[in-house]
């Protein structure tokens, strides 16, 4: 059965720090791979996908991830932090033709000044 | 801003009536997703409609169900609710061709008391 695990609720970086937000996955087949944001009162603001090619994919807002096969992982990095980027983050698997898509439980992200 | 507008913003029912909430997608975008997103979890995937008909669905009761219209906005109805059916009830709508991209309403809250 698919699933993601997203292992920390709550992480709480100081500004300028360097984040990373772990990601894993269970799916039999070639793993279509998001990752979204959501603020407060705010639907959720899709900040990067994988589907194949390279592993590191860059995205909005300064954010990368990586995926790796052989730990069933797209983890969320992001080298300095920034006070704006308080919010809870997502990570989801698609399926092959995107009729279904699987959503982790979140981890919410706090920055110290 | 995604152009994905849901009506209403908040709505408090009681158990065992029905509630039928709207989601008007971007224009061109004939794809609607509807999730659930329970308090401190992440979304769960309801169904999807494409070209009017439900393309795709989630682990959902059949008292779950919806509607695409013509002009692709979209309603989610659930009948005889249930206290757990409380959360925030999202929308998601994509293009033809990239159904993978997917643009989120701000979400309606139901409380069921």
């Known amino acids: 059965a698919q699933s993601v695990t997203q292992p920390d609720i709550h992480i709480t970086v100081s500004e300028g720090a360097s984040l990373e937000l772990r990601c894993n996955y269970s799916?039999?087949?070639?793993?279509?791979l998001f990752w979204y944001v959501q603020s407060p009162g705010q639907g959720l603001q899709l900040l990067l996908k994988?589907?194949?090619?390279?592993?590191l994919v860059q995205g909005i807002k300064g954010f990368e991830a990586e995926f790796k096969r052989s730990q069933s992982s797209f983890n969320l990095r992001k080298p300095s932090v920034h006070w704006s980027d308080a919010a809870e983050y997502f990570c989801?698997?698609?399926?092959?033709?995107?009729?279904?898509?699987?959503f982790g439980s979140g981890t919410k992200l706090n920055v110290k000044p | 801003e995604t152009g994905v507008t849901q009506s209403p913003t908040h709505l408090i029912k009681t158990r065992g009536q029905q509630v039928t909430l709207r989601c008007s997608s971007q224009?061109?975008?004939?794809?609607v997703s509807w999730y659930q997103q329970a308090l401190g979890q992440g979304p769960q995937f309801i169904f999807q409609?494409?070209?009017?008909?439900?393309?795709g669905r989630g682990n959902f009761p059949p008292r779950f169900s919806g509607l695409q219209f013509p002009n692709y906005s979209s309603e989610l109805n659930v009948n005889a609710l249930e206290l757990d059916d409380s959360a925030l009830y999202l929308c998601?709508?994509?293009?033809?061709?990239?159904?993978?991209?997917?643009?989120f309403g701000p979400g309606t809250r139901l409380l069921v008391l």
């Open positions: 998601a709508s994509s293009y033809r061709d990239r159904k993978e991209t997917q643009y």
């Open positions: 989801a698997v698609g399926l092959y033709n995107f009729n279904k898509f699987y």
């Open positions: 799916y039999g087949a070639t793993p279509y």
């Open positions: 409609y494409y070209r009017e008909e439900e393309n």
């Open positions: 224009s061109g975008h004939n794809t």
């Open positions: 994988y589907f194949s090619g390279d592993t």
